[in-house]
């Protein structure tokens, strides 16, 4: 028993009846690595950008700097994916010299893939040092774009990629909920889905991500948001392509569970949740997280939805 604990602990995720869901490390940089090979990380799931441009406030990082940055974290992970996210400038994350500062709102202002459009340049030296990173190397390399809209938004990051000359997939985060619920529309114009759920659950429910005083409605497992996970996971599937959860969703391992149970076909977090998620995993077949899915589904409210899935998955 403890050895087959010790395998859950460290073996590619998938459940109790054998169905992969791989585990990926959501990171900042290169230093957070050492911390994700560690924990057993089938790859990176979500490379936050960001870090680079935070030294400067005034200038995007050198091409050369960015090369550098990218080829450390591509060489860690020879054979597995590593999935890269552009820059994500706005609202959370505002750069000075990128960010309107005079919005009323800039959560729903110039951010994420908007901001890119707006300066091509940016996007274009960020994937261009993304093609030369990889160049040579047997990494399976993914790139995606936050605060994806809609199809046009989806084809000009596509657009953007093939002109970097990027020899990747290419993907579109689901955060926004037009995304989800057009999931299939998207999908005509990038590889892959990225479910962002931090966002994707301050869009749903217009519950500002730093307002506390809200969070009830940041929660994860409301219905509503476990509704748009289902659909966008349901038009990848009939697309024949993926859709991972690289928002904090996906470290809670029960959840994990639920999201596997909705067909979502990876899950990627903070490399301290790796070991927990692959345990629980281990413990359910797949039919048995598609009824807490389910169970959740049916559920009016966030609490009941955890304890149906509870029900369900501690009952068997
Ligand atoms: C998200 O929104 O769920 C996400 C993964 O991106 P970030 O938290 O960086 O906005
Ligand atoms: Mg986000």
């Known amino acids: 028993e403890r050895k087959a604990a010790l395998a859950a602990a460290t073996g590619p995720g998938a459940t109790a009846d054998g169905h992969t869901v791989p585990l990926l490390a959501n990171i900042g940089g290169p230093a957070d ?22 030294d400067d406030n005034k200038n995007a990082p050198s091409e050369e ?17 590593v999935v890269v996210r552009v820059l994500d400038a706005g609202a959370d994350k505002p750069l000075d010299f990128l960010t309107p500062g005079d919005e009323p709102n800039p959560a729903l202002g110039v951010r994420g893939l908007r901001t890119l459009l707006d300066h091509p340049e940016v996007l274009r030296t960020q994937l261009t040092a993304l093609a030369k990173a990889a160049e040579g190397l047997p990494v399976h390399l993914e790139v995606m774009a936050p605060m994806v809209a809609d199809r046009i938004d989806a084809r000009a990051f596509a657009d953007a990629c093939r002109e970097a000359g990027l020899a990747a997939k290419f993907g579109a985060m689901v955060e926004i909920p037009s995304a ?25 429910f217009a519950a500002d991500r730093q307002v506390g005083a809200v969070s009830r409605l940041q929660d994860p497992w409301q219905p509503a948001l476990l509704d748009l996970v289902a659909s966008s996971a349901e038009a ?28 979502v076909t990876s899950l990627s977090m903070g490399a301290a949740s790796l070991p927990y998620v692959r345990s629980a995993l281990a413990k359910h077949t797949l039919a048995q997280c598609e009824r807490a899915a389910a169970a959740a589904r049916a559920a009016d409210t966030a609490d009941e939805a955890r304890r149906a899935a509870q029900a369900v998955l501690s009952g068997e």
Do not use: H
């Open 236 to 263: 990848a599937r009939a697309e024949g392509k993926s859709c991972g959860v690289c928002g904090e969703a996906a470290s809670d391992p029960l959840l994990a569970c639920v999201l596997t149970g909705l067909g």
């Open 33 to 54: 690595v050492p911390a994700a090979l560690e924990a057993g990380a089938e790859g990176v799931g979500l490379f936050r950008t960001e870090f680079l441009f935070l």
């Open 65 to 81: 700097k960015q090369i550098e940055a990218y080829r450390q974290v591509l060489e860690a992970f020879p054979e597995g994916r």
């Open 180 to 204: 989800a619920l057009r999931a299939r529309s998207i999908l005509q114009e990038v590889e892959f889905l990225s479910l962002g759920t931090n966002d994707l659950a301050q869009y749903t």
